[in-house]
């Protein structure tokens, strides 16, 4: 089949297999065609034109890759003007009038030129991104099945859809949780799920789990590309980054047993940590034209915007971007002899952005620290061998288990360190940009080793108090890895010796493929240190030693083919664990294996307690209030219960009086870096108990006093929760029943 043929075919077949795979895990189908219909409108296809006005096409696949980043800011304008009036269902009149007004500018419809490029590059691009949705839909959205099918989803998921619920209709949105409080939380990527529901006409659960899911996918694969692209200027390093960022995301991961943490960037319960991860790739475009001088007018305003983003998206990313323009400054200045401006304004930047965001979009972050080491804790086996269970941020500037100066707990806390750092080789070896010519020549390399290393960094030496650190590494996971790419194509000229590198990257390859296999299963928790050891390094000491092998036995070996060896080693190393994870999902799905629940978990809820919310979302009005028996997970309440149920306010979209309390503020503030967040007493005493009396002890005045003082107008009754009151009956409307939830309207 010819190319003239192929490409068609291929560019068609990807909405018709998203489709089609989709529809196979739940989703309806004109839902998802109407959803991607609306995402491509009104983010790539104006993301992509906005980036030719502003910054100027270098390439096709640079555009949009850029203009999938820079299209999410777009749409939260529209998302803004409109939910801001009133109107939000007006959302696709200025969508569609930008390209009124943007055909209808002689100089902007000049900027929509085509640079044909390599022949082979759109049907390599159609196949990365068919292999990613297919990844996305057997791997993950596959595990997350649709409410209202009864499952153990990670509560932190329904959070996030009370917030889209709240952005559906309010720019400055309170927290959904707790009436009256304002949400002081960075949500742009709920807004945008917010803005898309509402256009798209579409379920704000089913975009939250599964379809924004395919199209951040996507725009990953897209962005890795025109990263890779923009730094090394070579279409086949844009293939490659694609590929190892959202089809085989590169993580270092050996034996089958621990499951890294550190992985892709792609989670259901996460959409900011996720977007974060996306729009440090964005950042790629504008930054690479300013620190190499290739600036247009509209560089800096897409500079601008792309820090917008990610100030709402993910403050975490501020930090990272602060320390590379810390780093490419200090080189530029000492390598220039003069002050160099442009990176100062860089810094500027980001300093004021954070600064800003301080105050609106950071309030998770309470009861956090400093302290060495901290994200140890998260580590695989720290607890059975430390003993060390206390909770995330207690303890002093040290991790309580290394402060105790036993040699034991030290050699320990080096072999998790090690490993630590050895699972993230992938995006470390980046940092070889600043030592290898002709890399070491470019700023962008330093820029790019500043950030990855800052986001490796910071993780090692924040201790937040949902474990939430880890949000640095994740952030530069796939920067790190395109960096390492574009970092390879350097060490690349008409000398390089190409059947070394093959033989290096097939060892890597065999040689994970071997411990996967031959690795003797982990069973139980390793509770000494000499076993974490064989645990967690020796794998990685074996491929090393082939490594070596390797190496030694190349003749005539040069400086840059043995660092192109080591990156093909190690690239390679990654993809037997992602190709046999990717292949037993498929088997499974293709076999139809069913998805099975865990009822023991403490996240589980039925499909009559989802059924339950899904009605009250059908039937409440905007600015209804209700109150409940739910703040916990498992639901029935009791003195230090879990208390972060938002399942409540994450299906119906009804502000809760008093639901879970455990991300507020004042919630986190309050653990003072000695006690679990989860754990917490209530911050509202009184509303708590008035929240139980109303399901447990209704009495005329409670419920007058709720409804017309207050403005509660739904009362939520989970059995499962604790007892309802038979008096309910009497005093309220009964509006719904099922086995497990009632629901009462006041009157």
């Known amino acids: 089949m010819s190319l003239r043929v192929l490409r ?76 801001g009036l009133g109107v939000p269902n007006l959302q696709w009149v200025p969508a569609l009038g930008f390209y009124a007004v943007f055909f209808a500018i002689p100089a902007l419809r000049r900027r929509v030129t085509w640079q044909p490029g390599p022949g082979w590059w759109q049907p390599v691009m159609a196949v990365l991104l068919l292999f990613a949705v297919l990844r996305t839909v057997v791997g993950l959205l596959r595990a997350w099945p649709l409410p209202p099918v009864a499952f153990d989803r990670h509560q932190d998921v329904w959070y996030q859809l009370g917030l889209v619920q709240m952005l559906k209709h309010d720019i400055t949105p309170p927290d959904p949780s707790v009436l009256g409080e304002p949400l002081i939380y960075h949500w742009f990527a709920n807004a945008s799920i917010a803005g898309q529901s509402m256009m798209a006409n579409v379920e704000p659960s089913h975009l939250l789990m599964h379809q924004w899911q395919i199209t951040f996918v996507i725009s990953l694969v897209l962005a890795g590309w025109a990263a890779g692209e923009a730094l090394s200027g070579k279409t086949w390093v844009g293939a490659v980054a694609g590929l190892l960022t959202g089809v085989f995301p590169a993580t270092l991961q050996l034996a089958a047993r621990p499951i890294v943490e550190a992985s892709p960037a792609q989670v259901v319960q996460g959409p900011t940590g996720a977007l974060a991860a996306l729009v440090m790739l964005g950042m790629v475009g504008p930054v690479v034209q300013i620190l190499r001088k290739q600036t247009t007018r509209g560089t800096w305003p897409a500079m601008i915007l792309m820090i917008g983003l990610a100030t709402g998206t993910k403050p975490t990313l501020l930090p990272i971007l602060l320390v590379g323009s810390v780093v490419v400054g200090v080189y530029s200045w000492v390598r220039e002899r003069r002050l160099p401006w442009r990176i100062v304004v860089l810094g500027v930047l980001a300093s004021g952005f954070f600064l800003a965001a301080t105050y609106t979009l950071t309030g998770s972050t309470g009861g956090s620290r400093v302290q060495l080491l901290a994200a140890l804790r998260s580590q695989p086996y720290y607890a059975a061998v430390s003993g060390d269970e206390s909770f995330p941020a207690t303890g002093g500037w040290v991790l309580p288990s290394i402060a105790t100066g036993e040699p034991r707990l030290l050699l320990f806390a080096g072999t998790l360190l090690a490993y630590y750092l050895l699972i993230n080789a992938a995006r470390l070896l980046a940092l070889l940009g600043t030592t290898t010519s002709p890399s070491r020549r470019d700023s962008a390399y330093w820029w790019l080793a500043g950030c990855v290393a800052a986001g490796t960094g910071i993780t090692l030496v924040f201790s937040h108090t949902g474990y939430s650190e880890y949000h640095f590494v994740r952030t530069v996971t796939a920067l790190g890895v395109v960096g390492t790419v574009a970092v390879a194509s350097t060490l690349v000229d008409e000398t390089t010796r190409w059947r070394p590198v093959l033989v290096a990257a097939v060892a890597g390859f065999l040689t994970a493929l071997l411990i996967r296999l031959l690795w003797f299963p982990i069973t ?104 409940s028996n739910v703040f916990c997970m498992p639901p029935r309440f009791h003195t230090y219960c879990d208390d972060d149920a938002f399942w409540t306010s994450g299906l119906s ?82 509006a719904y029943a099922n086995s497990d939830v009632r629901i009462y309207r006041l009157r």
């Open 653 to 734: 979209g009804v502000q809760q009086y008093l639901g879970g309390w455990a991300y507020a503020p004042k919630n986190l503030e309050a653990t003072q870096n000695r006690t679990s967040f989860l754990t917490q007493p209530s911050p509202w005493p009184d509303r708590l108990q008035q929240s139980l009396d109303a399901v447990r002890r209704p009495t005329p005045a409670l419920l007058t006093q709720l409804h017309q003082q207050i403005g509660v107008d739904w009362i939520i009754a989970d059995l499962r929760a604790g007892p309802v009151s038979p008096a309910l009956d009497r005093l309220a409307e009964r």
């Open 8 to 83: 068609p075919a291929l560019w068609f077949a990807l909405p018709v297999v998203t489709v089609v795979t989709m529809a196979g895990v739940g989703d309806p189908v004109t839902e998802t065609i109407r959803y991607l219909i609306t995402w491509l409108l009104t983010v790539l296809v104006p993301g992509v034109l906005i980036w030719r006005a502003l910054a100027g096409g270098r390439s096709v696949p640079q555009d949009l890759g850029f203009g999938a980043v820079l299209g999410i800011s777009w749409q939260l304008v529209i998302w803004v003007a409109c939910t």
């Open 524 to 627: 139980e928790a390793p509770t000494t240190v000499g076993r974490t050891i064989v645990a967690l390094v020796v794998p990685f000491q074996v491929l090393a030693v082939v490594g070596l092998l390797v190496v030694f036995l190349t003749r005539r070996r040069s400086r840059s083919l043995v660092l192109l060896q080591v990156i093909a080693l190690v690239l390679a190393a990654g993809l037997p664990n992602q190709v046999a994870v990717f292949s037993s999902n498929v088997v499974r799905w293709t076999s139809d294996r069913p998805v099975l629940a865990d009822q023991n978990d403490r996240t589980y809820l039925t499909e009559n307690e989802q059924q339950a919310m899904l009605w009250l979302a059908e039937n409440a009005e905007p600015g209804d209030v209700a109150v």
